[in-house]
């Protein structure tokens, strides 16, 4: 049985930084696509950040050159590090994984994801 823990969320100024962990047990890392989706209140969920665990990474424009994806396979972990955040990233931010290789291409859908974790709040305060 698959399950994704995410944690790491918190409050903090703009201009901080957080690092959000998704721990995911019973899940095989064979380069799958895993990312990272967020929603904030009144606003549809969207990706962030996607990985297949090869170095191929998609980014979401709005986060580039602030926000790192990361997986480290033998602690079963996906990593989304968060740089100079600003008060429009706040959210409940979610790990996803799917089962489906060379789908990196798609990394946007949320369909694509056949596991969820159950989200982390993340609030940047000006």
């Known amino acids: 049985q698959v399950q994704l823990a995410e944690s790491g969320g918190g409050s903090v100024q703009a201009g901080g930084s957080l690092r959000l962990s998704c721990l995911a047990t019973?899940?095989?890392?064979?380069?799958?696509?895993m990312g990272w989706f967020r929603q904030a209140p009144g606003k549809e969920r969207e990706a962030v950040a996607a990985?297949?665990?090869?170095?191929?990474?998609s980014m979401l424009d709005s986060v580039k050159g602030r926000f790192a994806i990361s997986q480290d396979k033998a602690k079963s972990t996906l990593y989304l590090e968060m740089n100079n955040l600003k008060p429009e990233d706040s959210a409940v931010y979610y790990c996803?994984?799917?089962?489906?290789?060379?789908?990196?291409?798609?990394?946007?859908?949320?369909?694509?994801?056949?596991?969820w974790g159950q989200g982390t709040q993340v609030t940047v305060s000006t």
């Open positions: 996803a994984a799917s089962t489906n290789q060379n789908t990196i291409w798609e990394w946007f859908n949320p369909r694509l994801y056949a596991y």
């Open positions: 019973g899940y095989y890392f064979d380069g799958s696509c």
């Open positions: 990985t297949a665990g090869d170095g191929d990474t």
